[in-house]
């Protein structure tokens, strides 16, 4: 695959885009990142606070709804939240295998044990469709909005949402969500999935009456064709994680479900306790508004950074670039198929892009076959199982201080060692609950 202009271009000027074209890991530091208060202006022009809010409400009033319907939410009232656990014996294990020093106290949001769609994808996938399902029942007069909501699960609302389509491109976790959510609110459902999405999610939609449209293509040519054909049906709503706000929002409340978290574990986040967030990312949308929602709350005294494949840097590529999506990864020459299919994204979200481009701080890469490493250190450590996908968070805490540009970033930040020491480090793990056994034994069996 030749190597377009500009990339060349960004290669020759810079070591970090030479290691991406050379498949190596790499750390790149947002050239771009500002303090949070020269940001927060133009943000709140995009994503204020009352919209999260907003969705945070909203998930509210359709908690009955969801607790009646999925009885495993019910110890969370109906909310779709996951676990904030100390991994002190994977920090050790990391510590020991990889020569490396992660000081502070390491922990693993588990979004991969979310439940109904057991990955990430649960908060923002599951928030549209629940949001485009209250619009319509409102639009067409099902519902008012005093109704209780558990209303959602009468048959004659199943029967409304029938005459109506859900459509998605995924590259399988999206899918999951989406589709599970939508087929049992009675939508008739099509995800478009791309050549990456592995045998047994497919299976798993089809047993719920979801209609799986398959393609030898990448991610970014079926959210294409998804996309075409939803718009060609007027009954039809297309979620589109290129572009979509409802499923940021989603994502983005992440982060104030995190304060009770934090209060319980007696964690405090300020200058002198700082926390460092490092999440898997593919197309950017669930990293993204996670990052937006943490910045919002925390400021200054929250560092992000994603963790993409060596194979598919989108997001890395589009803010380093400032082509946002109008980048792919091939430009660099970079092709083939990742072992972390949940980030398998060639192009990013132009719209994380933008609105996190001066708020990510740093964005590190991975390769596959280390991902498989690390899911075996975590099941023999702490006994949790999370995909290949969601270990890339792992590289980030070994390798930070490894990285010249790491160092420097945390020097240019006050982040000292005694800082570090009282700091607080999250890998948050996206995904792993749906994985079937037979599929799981395969994981723990692949060596690349
Ligand atoms: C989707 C997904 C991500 C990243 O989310 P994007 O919105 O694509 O950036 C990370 N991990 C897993 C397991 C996923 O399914």
Redo the contacts with the bound molecule.
């Keep these: 695959m030749a190597i377009k202009e500009y990339a060349k271009e960004m290669i020759a000027s810079n070591q970090v885009f030479r290691d991406i074209a050379e498949q190596k890991e790499t750390l790149w530091i947002n050239d771009k990142y500002l303090p949070f208060e020269m940001v927060d202006g133009v943000c709140q022009l995009v994503v204020n606070d009352e919209d999260i809010a907003d969705a945070e409400r909203r998930l509210q009033k359709f908690a009955p709804y969801i607790r009646k319907c999925f009885p495993e939410t019910v110890p969370d009232g109906g909310l779709i939240e996951s676990p904030l656990k100390d991994i002190p014996e994977m920090k050790k294990a990391l510590e020991e295998t990889y020569d490396a020093e992660i000081p502070g106290r390491l922990l693993l949001k588990m979004d991969s044990h979310l439940a109904i769609a057991g990955?990430?994808?649960a908060r923002g996938g599951i928030y549209e469709v629940l949001k485009h399902a209250e619009d319509l029942a409102l639009q067409e007069g099902m519902i008012t909005e005093d109704d209780n909501y558990e209303r959602f699960a009468d048959d004659d609302m199943k029967e409304f949402f029938g005459r109506y389509t859900v459509q998605v491109g995924s590259t399988?976790?999206?899918g999951l969500s989406i589709g599970i959510m939508s087929a049992f609110l009675g939508f008739k459902v099509k995800v478009h999935m791309s050549a990456d999405a592995r045998q047994w999610k497919k299976d798993m939609l089809r047993s719920k009456g979801v209609e799986v449209i398959e393609y030898d293509d990448d991610y970014s040519a079926a959210v294409l064709e998804g996309r075409r054909q939803s718009d060609l049906d007027p009954s039809s709503y297309f979620v589109d994680?290129e572009y979509s706000v409802p499923l940021f929002l989603g994502y983005a409340v992440a982060a104030r479900r995190l304060l009770g978290q934090f209060d319980e574990k007696g964690i405090t986040v300020d200058e002198d306790h700082p926390l460092i967030v490092y999440i898997?990312?593919?197309?950017?949308?669930?990293?993204g508004g996670v990052c937006y929602g943490l910045k919002r709350l925390f400021g200054d005294n929250v560092h992000v950074f994603f963790c993409e494949p060596t194979l598919f840097p989108s997001v890395l590529l589009g803010m380093a670039s400032d082509r946002h999506n109008e980048v792919n990864v091939s430009d660099f020459g970079l092709t083939g198929m990742s072992a972390a299919d949940?980030?398998a994204?060639a192009s990013p979200s132009g719209f994380v892009t933008r609105i996190d481009r001066n708020l990510l701080s740093g964005d590190f890469t991975v390769r596959d076959a280390i991902l498989f490493d690390y899911m075996r250190m975590l099941k023999a450590t702490e006994d949790v199982f999370i995909?290949p996908?969601?270990c890339a968070a792992f590289i980030a805490p070994v390798n930070i201080m490894k990285y010249d540009a790491g160092k420097a970033y945390l020097e240019k930040h006050g982040l000292d060692a005694e800082k570090l020491a009282a700091s607080t480090q999250i890998c948050w793990a996206?995904?792993g609950r749906l994985v079937p056994d037979e599929i799981w034994d395969k994981y723990m069996n692949t060596y690349l």
Excluded at 280 to 287: D, I, T, Y
């Design positions: 990955s990430v994808k399988g976790n999206l994680d898997p990312c593919g197309v950017g949308g669930a990293p949940g980030l994204c995909e996908s969601s996206t995904g």
